[in-house]
């Protein structure tokens, strides 16, 4: 279980910026491959679902994420995703005890970028890897039991 981060914690992380800690590798945030739809934009308070991009994951684990953008993002930058598992409310409410109205279709987790390499020559896609700094600890079980249950491990 990872511990919640603050206001003044994503502050401190983003002034600090990706030198101040060791980065760590895709090996090191041990990805799964597995294709995940997922959505994503820079952090910011006001950020807006239509204003968001979309992807899918290349490697995903509760700590990191891998995949193609057609923007980079300099290192240290903190992005929003949502990853969108399917039947994701379905397999959340058997874990906790309330129910939505309009069940959500994805979890957010809060990334920092560690790498952005451009992939194609004349600099159209990049490929993102980002380290989860934040993630719910229900939403980290449902994950690994998703990436568990499809007999990716």
């Known amino acids: 279980m990872q511990k919640n981060l603050t206001i003044d914690d994503i502050e401190e992380i983003s002034q600090a910026g990706a030198s101040a800690v060791p980065l760590p590798t895709p090996f ?3 990805l799964i491959t597995k294709k995940i739809p997922i959505r994503y934009c820079e952090y910011k308070i006001s950020n807006l679902a ?3 991009f979309i992807s899918e994951s290349i490697g995903i684990s509760s700590k990191g994420i891998l995949f193609q953008s057609l923007s980079e ?7 929003r995703i949502w990853v ?3 039947d994701y409310w379905s397999r959340k409410s058997r874990v906790v005890e309330y129910k939505h109205t309009e069940a959500p279709t994805f979890f957010q987790v809060l990334s920092r970028v560690l790498s ?3 992939i ?3 600099g159209t896609k990049f490929q993102i890897l980002c380290e989860n700094l934040t993630l719910d600890s229900v939403d980290e079980t449902i994950l690994e039991d998703y990436l568990n249950s499809n007999g990716v491990k």
């Open 84 to 86: 969108e598992i399917p």
């Open 28 to 30: 090191d945030l041990k």
């Open 116 to 118: 952005s390499e451009e």
């Open 73 to 79: 993002f300099k290192k240290g930058t903190l992005l």
């Open 50 to 52: 239509d204003k968001m």
């Open 120 to 122: 194609l020559k004349r």
